[in-house]
């Protein structure tokens, strides 16, 4: 049993209570490999934004649960050594298991050192999500360790599975949720999903450009939640805004993204001003980075060093992170 406290992290709790108060959203990155995590660090730091790090089952198996771990570790150090270098404050770090599906992957991650897990159980039935949540609950809060439940599906992917459909959260349920499960956030549906094609182009209008714009996020039942949780922690997943620079550079070398439509970044500006303490983003850093690495060779279709395009694909990551924390969660400077 390694305590998160011993490597560095912290856990959500303080975080959300001054996002709450603040009215931002803490980004929580999806990180799979070393440049994601070098990018994400650096750009909280330069912009001193608390962070969440972010590890899915889907990292879990490509890069494994004990380097990503590590690799959390890493970003701590980083991070401390980057904050002295530059004269500024140390940020608040919180290693978080993604779309945990089981009871015992929840309690390894725990056992490993992460400072925060989700138990997604909305697959399941409300009562078997109760009790699958209310199971982890007991376990983490043992060792301070804070777990996100959801209600409400999401359409897209999480992890291996596939929803079609999304299904809002019923706000009728979450005060029952909340209070039997004890959890310390929680993540609702109204409106964001998955991946890069959140709509489809029949669900959206059409601007004078050609645009695709989306259907608005139901903001109606995020305020029916709020009033029936009054401060209480929610957490927005699928938040990517699927950046059109970044689809059209990945087209324009060579690509083939076809109707891809994210959330509004003034909506989750919006968002992040209400109750929403938690904002995940993956899909964003993805399409930029392969963008990067695209254009990357077709101008330079030589090169062979991975640090050849996987530095710039590092460093569009960067200037993506640091814009959302300034311009969309409102997280810059409250580290
Ligand atoms: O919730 C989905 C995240 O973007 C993680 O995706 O399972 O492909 O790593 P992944
Ligand atoms: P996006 O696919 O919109 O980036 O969502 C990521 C997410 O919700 C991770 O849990
Ligand atoms: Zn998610």
């Given at each position: ?10 856990n ?20 799979n ?44 150090e980083m991070?401390?050594?980057?904050a ?18 089981t009871?015992e992957?929840c ?15 909305s ?42 459909k999304?299904?809002y959260?019923?706000p ?11 959890v310390?956030?929680?993540?609702i549906?109204?409106g964001?999903s ?15 450009d ?62 992040s001003?209400?109750a ?8 964003d ?5 392969t ?7 077709n101008d330079?279709?030589?090169d ?5 395009y ?5 460093q569009?990551l960067i200037?993506?992170?640091s ?13």
């Amino acid at each position: 049993m390694v305590s998160y406290k011993d490597l560095g992290f912290v856990n959500t709790k303080e975080m959300f209570k001054k996002a709450m108060a603040g009215k931002y959203s803490v980004p929580a990155y999806n990180f799979n490999n070393m440049e994601q995590i070098q990018a994400i660090i650096t750009a909280c730091v330069e912009t001193q934004s608390p962070v969440i790090l972010q590890v899915s089952s889907g990292a879990r198996k490509y890069a494994n649960q004990t380097l990503l771990q590590y690799m959390g570790q890493g970003a701590v150090e980083m991070m401390k050594v980057l904050a002295a270098e530059k004269g500024l404050k140390e940020i608040p770090i919180s290693l978080h298991l993604d779309h945990g599906d089981t009871f015992e992957l929840c309690k390894s991650c725990i056992d490993s050192g992460f400072s925060s897990v989700m138990i997604d159980g909305s697959h399941h039935s409300y009562d078997e999500n109760v009790a699958l949540t209310k199971q982890v609950v007991e376990y983490a809060h043992k060792f301070d360790v804070t777990v996100e439940g959801e209600l409400g599906v999401l359409a897209g992917i999480e992890d291996d599975v596939v929803a079609e459909k999304s299904t809002y959260t019923h706000p009728s349920e979450v005060e029952d949720f909340v209070s039997k499960t004890g959890v310390d956030s929680l993540a609702i549906s109204i409106g964001t999903s998955h991946g890069a094609n959140k709509f489809k182009p029949e669900q959206c209008t059409k601007n004078e450009d050609g645009i695709f714009i989306p259907p608005p996020l139901r903001f109606d039942i995020l305020e029916e939640i709020e009033k029936r949780l009054p401060g209480f922690p929610i957490v927005l997943h699928g938040s990517s805004s699927v950046p059109r620079d970044a689809v059209e550079m990945i087209n324009a070398n060579g690509g083939a993204l076809k109707d891809a439509v994210g959330i509004p970044e003034q909506q989750l500006r919006e968002a992040s001003k209400s109750a929403v303490c938690k904002i995940n983003i993956d899909s964003d850093g993805r399409l930029w980075m392969t963008a990067a690495i695209r254009k990357h060779f077709n101008d330079k279709p030589s090169d062979f060093d991975p640090r050849q395009y996987l530095g710039p694909a590092r460093q569009a990551l960067i200037d993506m992170y640091s814009k959302k924390n300034k311009d969309v969660l409102g997280s810059a400077g409250q580290a």
